[in-house]
């Protein structure tokens, strides 16, 4: 009787007051830092709320344990979050330098690399794989594939990292790219195209990305059909009330019950172990590693071309979009002030969208 | 861990070279469609001019007016191309304004302007409508609470 009148005091443990810090830490970082607060701040609310004691909000009959139940664990919200994505991005620079694709390729072998350091940490092969996909440095897709391999103790860790590695790429690539090129390699300007991509082709690439891309990875079907029906509703340019409500209402939505339903697995007994620094040192890994395999790739293309592209764009195959291409800008211009790489940067910006996507789908295809 | 190992190895070298099968298919793709579709449709320039391409809502009575009709019932009209550069410093400025009250909602003077104009007229009418302008319909504090408040001519009264 008399804890009831204490209401949930009596029930707080060193746990909730340390996740609850957690949550006031990830909405200071998005709020005073702006460290992708569109993701950073739902989530921190989420954890807040989920580490409340004796409440209830995160069980399975709680609204957040719903959200969860809803859209979560079904891979719903990711999708959407697609949705929205597909139709947010612009793929015009990609159809202007088709070579670019590639570098959105190059810049996944951060996925495998962190899959194999994982498995030799111990992870199990379905856990090491979902910590891999960390390296894809796409938020939904990183849900999407966690949410069907890892235990769900891991999915908020797993988030967690990708998003906030993604608001460090500033930070994480710039020392890699700088280290991996030359002053040379890095102020070489590229030739810009001179005639925009037509009407025809911006429709038709989504329609045959969307054939093609199932066929070779099925299990990719839902994370590229999702992306590519999006950007068609952009590029038709006749439902554009369509495009504009995947591109602001059904996006906005989704990610308020995206990143609630993330931040409510993230309570005191699943993220207080050792195994969540691991999860956010491999993360850090795999973006490194994707971000140096892109750059590298770039360097190909510089020695193939004679030097007409600039390796920096590779650093853009990771799929961070659109931060990942303005870094690649900004590196740029601390050799050349006059040099604009950011539309150049676009095109492996996007690929890599695409890339991760294809691996998420492969990644899904060879373990389920 | 062996056998985790193992398959974690080959599910790298398989799916990085799916990946890459993909992504060069797409880029055959790509330069496929370049090939096929060089240069901007003809008609892609009309998209943003016509109310029927861009309007997805089927009942649209909307017919935007052929400018050679209109010049033609009225001698006096200035032909199309001529209006357009009015038409455009006319949008900037609008734009312009509309991003700076965006971009600075305090710093707006619109309203206080407007109340300067309003009191140069001095009719009582007008002072009212800016007073229920400024307080929002609210009611006005009490007189003699020691509250500081900005009349209608912007500057800070102390009660």
Redesign the interface.
């Known amino acids: 009787m008399s804890n009831e009148l204490l209401g949930g005091f009596p029930y707080i443990t060193v746990g909730n007051v340390a996740m609850m810090s957690i949550g006031l830490g990830m909405i200071y970082l998005g709020v005073a830092r702006r460290y992708e607060p569109l993701l950073l701040v739902p989530i921190g609310l989420g954890v807040l709320l989920s580490n409340l004691p004796a409440t209830g909000i995160a069980e399975d009959h709680g609204f957040l344990g719903m959200l969860r139940k809803a859209g979560l664990d079904n891979e719903l919200f990711p999708l959407l979050m697609f949705l929205g994505v597909g139709a947010l991005t612009d793929f015009t620079p990609?159809?202007q330098n088709?070579?670019t694709?590639?570098l959105?390729?190059a810049a996944?072998?951060g996925?495998?690399a962190a899959?194999?350091a994982a498995?030799?940490l111990?992870w199990?092969?379905n856990n090491?794989?979902a910590i891999g996909i960390i390296g894809s440095a796409d938020g939904p897709t990183t849900i999407f594939v966690a949410t069907q391999l890892a235990d769900q103790d891991l999915w908020g860790p797993i988030t967690v990292a990708a998003y906030s590695y993604m608001a460090m790429v500033p930070i994480i690539q710039p020392p890699i790219m700088r280290l991996l090129t030359t002053k040379k390699e890095r102020s070489v300007r590229m030739a810009y195209p001179s005639?925009?991509?037509?009407?025809?082709?911006r429709i038709?690439?989504p329609l045959?990305?969307i054939i093609?891309?199932s066929l070779?990875?099925p299990k990719a079907a839902p994370l590229i059909g999702m992306l590519m029906i999006g950007n068609l509703l952009r590029e038709v340019?006749?439902?554009?009330?369509?495009s504009q409500s995947a591109q602001n209402e059904l996006i906005n939505v989704t990610t308020i019950f995206l990143g609630l339903a993330v931040g409510s697995t993230m309570t005191a007994e699943r993220f207080l172990e050792l195994e969540t620094i691991g999860i956010f040192a491999l993360g850090l890994f795999a973006f490194a590693i994707a971000t140096a395999t892109g750059v590298i790739f770039g360097k190909i293309m510089y020695y193939v071309t004679k030097g007409k592209v600039n390796p920096l764009i590779g650093a853009a195959g990771v799929s961070a979009v659109p931060m990942a291409a303005r870094v690649v800008h900004r590196v740029g211009q601390e050799e050349d002030p006059d040099n604009w790489l950011i539309m150049h940067a676009m095109g492996p910006n996007v690929?890599g969208v695409?890339?991760s996507a294809?691996?998420g789908g492969?990644?899904l295809g060879?373990?389920n | 861990?062996t056998n985790?190992?193992t398959?974690?190895?080959y599910?790298?070298v398989?799916?990085?070279g799916?990946?890459?099968?993909?992504?060069?298919?797409?880029?055959l793709?790509?330069?496929a469609?370049?090939w096929?579709?060089?240069?901007?449709?003809q008609?892609?320039g009309n998209?943003g001019n016509n109310p029927q391409?861009?309007?997805?809502?089927q009942n649209s009575e909307y017919e935007e007016p052929d400018d050679r009709e209109t010049e033609a019932n009225n001698p006096q009209s200035i032909p199309a191309s001529q209006e357009l550069g009015p038409k455009i410093a006319a949008a900037a400025a609008a734009i312009y304004l509309e991003m700076s009250a965006q971009e600075h909602p305090y710093q707006n003077k619109t309203d206080h302007d407007r109340n300067i104009q309003t009191m140069q007229k001095s009719s009582w009418g007008n002072i009212g409508r800016s007073l229920l302008m400024d307080t929002q319909g609210s009611r006005p504090p009490a007189a003699g609470t020691n509250r500081t408040q900005q009349n209608i001519l912007g500057t800070r009264i102390r009660k």
């Open positions: 990609l159809l088709p070579s694709i590639l959105g390729a996944q072998f996925i495998f899959l194999i498995i030799l111990g199990d092969i090491a794989a005639t925009p991509p037509s009407y025809r082709s038709l690439f045959v990305v093609l891309g070779i990875a340019g006749v439902v554009d009330r369509l690929a695409i890339g294809i691996a492969v990644i060879l373990l | 861990m985790d190992l398959q974690g190895l599910i790298a398989i799916a990085i799916l990946v890459f099968t993909a992504t060069a298919t797409f880029f793709i790509l330069i469609l370049r096929i579709f060089p240069t901007p449709d008609d892609e998209f391409l861009i309007s997805d809502d």
